[in-house]
């Protein structure tokens, strides 16, 4: 007979494992480090020019950063630094070399699909670095209680105060104080104040806006991340819920991120887990733009199916289950995106059945779906060995042709996911020139 206490002990056996993992693949003081980049890659991948234009320029110019040289190597290798200072000061043929950025606030995007294991948290982890390289401040969100993605970028203990659900708990009591305020006087208020809620979400409530946003390897990607606990505390919502009837829930994320400077960031990325929740749901109401990944099989054509319906009736109940609500708070409803695009995800381009799907969901959602798959790689598993990307990943570690073909994938999904993003960014602009 095995009860909890069994289950304890394989949790705790399997968490000394991973520490032992993080010491092997991050660093010796077991702290993920981002590694430094070499000319070639800067030339061919990020600036586009030939590597002897891009040395010449260096030569010219010794107060440009110089990046350094490895030991019995001959190549200089940059720091992400290095690389965005080079964006400020280089120019070649006149073309400038940084990224056209969104005018307005940044631009949210929601990375979503109920079924599981379809490749949401290798993209969002993906589109983030990418991003970071072609010279975006981003920051990503994990909503999933899994971590995936938070301890991909090398965060490991995190509370669940510092995750989603506390920004939930946080806009709880802001918004219970909101409304009472609203009332002359405040014992005609059938609401709760924030004094009058648990001892824990006051002290939640306590947090500034900054304190949920926590520092990666990467100078340019910050991380709001998850916890194995924030799948526990999120029943708590639905007894929070219970507790203020007038508290718009699923427009706490999109509130948090309103307060946010708006040239703090130019992209936002939310990696969400496989299921409908209290979290999830705040995901898509904060969201701008829903990209959907799916892997080529039947199963995942059929559950991604399900999955836009799911989230098509979950939101239409709400737009029309909290109007009220929601007017009171300023949302406007029904939910709007400026984008839902479906990522193909794990494709080999040899399958013929892999063909035939992609073809399926063609014909099926037509313009919808991304012109470019992401392939089935062997670099992701090699990579993800090491709680890696392909970008973070250092190419001598791996066949230079495995890791090129899967950089190169996985760079033409995100020049598309750049066009989607800068159009969200040009649409979210003008509405806000317009006073929409
Ligand atoms: N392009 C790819 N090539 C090879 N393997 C991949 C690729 N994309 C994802 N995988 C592998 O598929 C598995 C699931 O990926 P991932 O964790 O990103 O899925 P997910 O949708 O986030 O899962 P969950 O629903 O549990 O959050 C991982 O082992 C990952 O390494
Ligand atoms: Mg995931």
């Known amino acids: 007979m095995r009860d909890h206490t069994h289950l304890q002990s394989m949790n705790e056996r399997s968490l000394a494992q991973q520490a032992a993992v993080r010491k092997a693949t991050f660093s010796p003081s077991e702290v993920k480090e981002l590694r430094p980049f070499s000319i070639w890659e800067i030339s061919q991948f990020m600036f ?7 040395r010449k320029k260096l030569s010219e110019d010794p107060s440009l950063p110089q990046g350094s040289v490895e030991e019995d190597g001959r190549q200089r290798w940059f720091s992400l630094d290095e690389i965005n200072e080079l964006r400020r000061r280089l120019k070649f043929r006149g073309k400038k070399l940084l990224p056209e950025r969104p005018k307005g606030r940044a631009v949210r995007v929601a990375v979503s699909n109920f079924k599981g294991g379809v490749g949401k948290s290798v993209v969002a982890h993906h589109l983030a670095n990418a991003a970071a390289l072609d010279g975006y401040r981003v920051l990503v969100i994990d909503f999933d209680p899994q971590a995936t993605l938070t301890h991909s970028m090398g965060l490991v203990e995190v509370k669940e105060a510092d995750t989603v659900w506390g920004i939930m708990c946080r806009d709880l009591c802001r918004e219970a104080d909101r409304i009472m305020a609203g009332y002359d006087d405040p ?13 824990d979400v006051r002290a939640i409530g306590e947090q500034r806006v900054q304190d949920f946003i926590q520092k990666t390897a990467w100078p340019t990607i910050d991380i709001i991340p998850s916890c194995a606990n924030a799948a526990f505390v999120e029943f708590a919502s639905a007894q929070y819920r219970s507790l203020h009837k007038a508290w718009s829930f699923f427009g706490c994320v999109a509130r948090y991120l309103d307060e946010l400077p708006r040239d703090q960031y130019d992209l936002i990325l939310f990696d969400c887990p496989p299921a409908i929740g209290y979290q999830s749901l705040n995901a898509a ?6 990209y959907i990944p799916s892997g080529p099989g039947y199963w995942e054509y059929d559950s991604t199916t399900s999955f836009v319906g799911q989230l098509g009736d979950a939101i239409e109940d709400i737009s029309e289950g909290f109007k009220g609500v929601a007017a009171d708070a300023g949302i406007s409803l029904p939910k709007t995106f400026l984008d839902i695009r479906l990522l193909m995800t794990r494709f080999e381009p040899s399958n013929p059945l892999h063909i035939a799907m992609l073809d399926a969901f063609k014909n099926v ?4 779906v991304c012109a470019n798959a992401i392939e089935m790689t062997r670099a992701v598993e090699q990579s993800g060995r090491f709680q890696m990307s392909v970008y973070e990943q250092d190419y001598r570690q791996m066949t230079r042709d495995t890791w090129k073909r ?10 598309e996911f750049k066009a989607t993003f800068l159009r969200a960014a040009g649409e979210i602009h003008s509405q806000k020139e317009a006073g929409q």
């Open 48 to 54: 586009e020019v030939p590597a002897d234009t891009l």
């Open 187 to 199: 014992t005609d208020c059938p609401y709760p104040s924030s004094d009058e809620l648990p001892d």
């Open 285 to 290: 109401f904060a969201a701008d733009i829903l």
């Open 365 to 368: 959602f037509g313009s919808d």
């Open 406 to 415: 899967a950089r190169q994938s996985f760079d033409r999904a995100y020049e």
